[in-house]
């Protein structure tokens, strides 16, 4: 009898609103009808605009019941892993989505159960709705202290942080881009940007409040993630500034910027990112050498940047396939030797690859565990000309640095671009 399962599925535990998908997220359900022949729990998992295989709108899993308490636990972040991707550059300028990133989903728990001859499914018995996965991947001490309420804003006026474990006052290089990350859970919680430039002596050259019209109503979901241009492509931004200071933003006076979000009522929400300009001709980073700025997967799914400045080096590292002929052959009737221009080797599929090794500048010890995440990272681009191209880094092992030990200290790794050059191919 179906009507009596109907209330037979409570929900035990539940995962934070936005939960990083890089990490368990966990589901526990209990039921009444644990001991019925052959039980099973299902879980449903519906993700908003996706369909599964063969036109399913959900992918469903199944779990026994657990042997201590009868429950039944579901990880639904491998589901989720599948749609999400990343988000990066400017696609506009102001406020962008992170459509690629961040998603929607729901969850129908149900259970089966019955004689091996006839198991039957109760699908749908308990509903959750409302919850938001996206592109994270924290540590395991990290993600246990991890809460909804730091890093997705909602309607309290409760500061949040911005998704990225950069130390603040980074140096921005003449023409160098870089972006800062927020999420968001309620509308118009993420309303307006606010810089703040600063001269060389700390006063402020200007206040610009940068208005977010398209994206801060929070019903869909590629609005609940953002990112915001923090570096000198802030000056590409000419509209939606309803402040009287002069365009562009950074002007050549303003050696400091600091970047926040307020919500509709103008209430801070976010906290502040500093940022430094340098031109190249300032000695904290006058450098002779190529530049190669680097934009990496953080683990809050967002990007950071990162810039080496010092000597590189670019190695080639070459592949050849070849053939060799028997020396010697019939020139004439005659005439059986070889010619002095003859090929005995003779190489048909010719392919090589660049490493480049990279030098940072000197870096202190918050930045030296910042960049872990460089190391680590599943998606690096070296920016060139303005194009994201793909690259790894080749490096396996990683020290983190302190300066009581190494007093000053830099950073150095090989990186490739992921694609081989070809020179003959077969």
């Known amino acids: 009898n179906r009507n009596k399962n109907i209330m037979a599925i409570t929900i035990q535990q539940t995962p934070e609103t936005f939960a990083p998908a890089y990490n368990p997220i966990w589901w526990v359900v209990s039921s009444t009808n644990t001991a019925q022949a052959n039980f099973e729990y299902i879980c449903d998992v519906y993700i908003t605009g996706v369909t599964f295989a063969g036109g399913a709108t959900?992918?469903?899993?199944?779990?026994?019941?657990?042997?201590?308490?009868?429950?039944?636990?579901?990880?639904?972040?491998?589901?989720?892993?599948?749609?999400?991707?990343?988000?990066?550059?400017?696609?506009?300028?102001?406020?962008?989505?992170?459509?690629?990133?961040?998603?929607?989903?729901?969850?129908?728990?149900?259970?089966l159960y019955g004689a091996s001859s006839g198991v039957i499914a109760y699908?749908?018995?308990?509903?959750?709705?409302?919850?938001?996965?996206?592109?994270?991947?924290?540590g395991a001490i990290e993600y246990k202290d991890y809460s909804t309420s730091n890093y997705a804003a909602n309607s309290s006026a409760t500061q949040i942080n911005f998704l990225t474990n950069a130390p603040s006052s980074g140096v921005i290089r003449a023409n160098e881009s870089q972006w800062v990350y927020a999420m968001s859970q309620t509308?118009?919680?993420?309303?307006?940007?606010?810089?703040?430039?600063?001269?060389?002596?700390?006063?402020?050259?200007?206040?610009?409040?940068?208005?977010?019209?398209?994206?801060?109503?929070?019903?869909?979901?590629?609005?609940?993630m953002l990112?915001?241009?923090?570096?000198?492509?802030?000056?590409?931004?000419?509209?939606?500034?309803?402040?009287?200071?002069?365009?562009?933003?950074?002007q050549s006076n303003a050696v400091k910027w600091e970047i926040y979000f307020t919500d509709s009522a103008r209430n801070r929400i976010t906290e502040s990112y500093f940022l430094k300009y340098s031109t190249p001709q300032r000695e904290d980073v006058c450098t002779f050498h190529t530049v190669y700025r680097l934009h990496f997967k953080n683990k809050w799914g967002a990007f950071d940047s990162f810039s080496f400045i010092r000597g590189s080096q670019i190695s080639t590292d070459i592949q050849r396939k070849g053939y060799e002929k028997v020396?010697?052959?019939?020139?004439?009737?005659?005439?059986?030797?070889?010619?002095?221009?003859?090929?005995?080797?003779?190489?048909?599929?010719?392919?090589?690859?660049?490493?480049?090794?990279?030098?940072?500048?000197?870096?202190?010890?918050?930045?030296?565990?910042?960049?872990?995440?460089?190391?680590?990272?599943?998606?690096?681009?070296?920016?060139?000309?303005?194009?994201?191209?793909?690259?790894?880094?080749?490096?396996?092992?990683?020290?983190?640095?302190?300066a009581k030990t190494d007093k000053i200290f830099n950073i150095e790794i090989n990186i490739q671009r992921t694609f081989n050059e070809i020179r003959q191919g077969a």
């Open 58 to 111: 959900y992918l469903r899993l199944k779990c026994p019941s657990d042997p201590t308490y009868a429950r039944g636990v579901f990880n639904v972040a491998p589901i989720l892993q599948r749609q999400l991707t990343s988000d990066s550059q400017d696609t506009i300028y102001g406020f962008q989505q992170c459509s690629n990133s961040i998603l929607d989903y729901s969850v129908k728990f149900g259970e």
């Open 227 to 250: 990112r915001f241009p923090a570096g000198l492509n802030l000056n590409s931004i000419t509209t939606g500034i309803y402040t009287s200071d002069p365009l562009p933003i950074l």
């Open 187 to 224: 509308s118009g919680a993420i309303k307006f940007a606010n810089i703040n430039t600063y001269d060389s002596g700390g006063a402020i050259v200007g206040a610009y409040k940068v208005i977010n019209h398209q994206y801060h109503n929070t019903s869909t979901a590629a609005n609940r």
């Open 123 to 138: 699908a749908d018995l308990t509903t959750s709705t409302g919850k938001t996965g996206f592109n994270g991947s924290l």
């Open 327 to 402: 020396m010697g052959s019939f020139k004439s009737g005659s005439s059986y030797t070889y010619n002095k221009k003859d090929r005995f080797q003779t190489n048909f599929h010719t392919t090589h690859k660049h490493t480049i090794k990279l030098n940072s500048d000197w870096i202190n010890e918050d930045q030296s565990v910042w960049l872990e995440e460089l190391l680590t990272s599943p998606e690096i681009y070296i920016e060139e000309s303005n194009d994201f191209v793909p690259a790894n880094i080749i490096e396996t092992k990683y020290t983190q640095r302190q």
